[in-house]
């Protein structure tokens, strides 16, 4: 089956550090790639997507590579912000399966960013 | 553009009885799913729409819970005799029929308590 795993959190960073976020991915087909972002006490908003292998998604001055040789996806950003504290969720939808297009998610992670 | 809208947002019942959550997906999105998310986790697929038909029903969607789309537009996941392990948040999302690359977007929820 499908599934996502997400690098351990929480993670607390001050302002301006460097993001890493890390994701890989096991499908059956040949996913398509996505990042959402979850505020507290909001629903999900997508951050970036990549289709097809070695695609780069930006968004925000996030970034996200798909690397299909180490079935990756991990999520970067230069210089973060104490806004861009929330929940980062890695999920993909595999087009190998008859599946209409269900996102599987991994666990999340929790991003603390202190002024 | 008006997002997807979920009501109500949070719901507090008693063990046994009955609910029901509406989802208005983004008008012109023929496509929409229901996921639940437990605290700390990642989304769960539960089903999904397209148009008025009902293609797909998770194995966690037990026989206490139906979901409708009767004319294509709005839905309603009804959850009957509710039990403890009910208690999520539960997503509502909508997309355009088309490959898998295109996006869903989430509401906002609707967070359920059993008391």
């Known amino acids: 089956g499908n599934s996502v795993t997400q690098m351990e959190g929480p993670v607390t960073l001050s302002e301006e550090a460097f993001l890493t976020i890390n994701c890989t991915y096991t499908?059956?087909?040949?996913?398509?790639l996505f990042w959402y972002v979850q505020y507290p006490g909001e629903g999900l908003q997508l951050l970036l997507k990549?289709?097809?292998?070695?695609d780069k998604g930006s968004n925000k001055g996030f970034e996200a590579t798909y690397r299909k040789e180490t079935t990756s996806f991990h999520l970067e950003k230069g210089s973060v912000q104490v806004s861009d504290s929330a929940v980062y969720f890695c999920?993909?939808?595999?087009?190998?399966?008859?599946?209409?297009?269900?996102?599987?998610f991994g666990e999340g992670t929790q991003l603390t960013v202190n002024p | 553009d008006t997002g997807v809208s979920q009501n109500p947002r949070h719901k507090i019942t008693k063990r046994g009885q009955n609910v029901t959550f509406r989802c208005d997906p983004i008008?012109?999105?023929?496509?929409l799913y229901w996921y639940r998310q437990t605290l700390g986790q990642g989304p769960e697929f539960l089903t999904y729409?397209?148009?008025?038909?009902?293609?797909?029903k998770s194995r966690l969607l037990s026989d206490r819970f139906s979901a409708e789309r009767p004319k294509g537009s709005f839905s309603t996941l009804e959850i009957q005799r509710t039990e403890q392990g009910d208690s999520a948040m539960y997503l509502c999302?909508?997309?355009?029929?088309?490959?898998?690359?295109?996006?869903?977007?989430f509401g906002d929820g609707t967070r359920l308590s059993i008391l």
């Open positions: 999302a909508s997309s355009l029929r088309g490959n898998s690359n295109q996006p869903q977007h």
């Open positions: 499908a059956t087909g040949y996913p398509s």
């Open positions: 990549a289709t097809k292998a070695d």
């Open positions: 999920a993909l939808v595999d087009r190998g399966e008859t599946s209409g297009s269900r996102l599987t």
């Open positions: 008008s012109e999105h023929n496509r």
């Open positions: 729409f397209q148009n008025e038909a009902q293609l797909e």
